[in-house]
């Protein structure tokens, strides 16, 4: 007998309560599946956009980059920034190793005060895939 909670998939739905489901239109089933490195770099924009301390059982998951967004980006910030994000990966994403790591502000008219993280990672299994993340906060 499985235990824990279990969702109804009986009829069809659009969304439930809080947006937790929504029926994927673009395959066949209710979610979408994805797997390799796209499972990967969802993770790790679902990682870098949590905010700490909002996840269950976890209080240390994920980055609290919101509090940089109405600062200077200069080398104290930068600084900041890059070993929040670096201290983070260790502990949660130890399967990559960040060969590359840009933060930069947005400087567009329509979106100011929004950081762009942009990553590139290589992973550390046998296959060594190298890939590309980019993030935007605010």
Not at 3 to 31: C, D, M, R
Not at 102 to 124: D, P, R, S
Request: with cysteine; charged share 20%.
């Amino acid at each position: 007998k499985k235990s824990g909670f279990v969702y109804p998939l009986i009829g069809k739905f659009e969304t439930v309560t809080g947006g937790a489901l929504q029926k994927n239109t673009s395959q066949k089933g209710y979610f979408n599946s994805a797997y390799g490195v796209n499972l990967i770099r969802n993770n790790l924009r679902q990682l870098i956009l949590c905010e700490k301390g909002s996840r269950i059982m976890l209080p240390n998951y994920g980055l609290s980059l919101d509090k940089y967004l109405f600062e200077p980006l200069d080398e104290t910030t930068y600084f900041l920034i890059k070993n929040d994000i670096l201290r983070t990966l260790n502990t949660y994403f130890s399967i990559v190793n960040v060969i590359n790591l840009g933060v930069f502000a947005n400087t567009t008219k329509a979106v100011e005060n929004q950081l762009i993280i942009k990553l590139t990672l290589q992973l550390m299994d046998e296959s060594l895939d190298i890939f590309d993340v980019q993030v935007n906060i605010g």
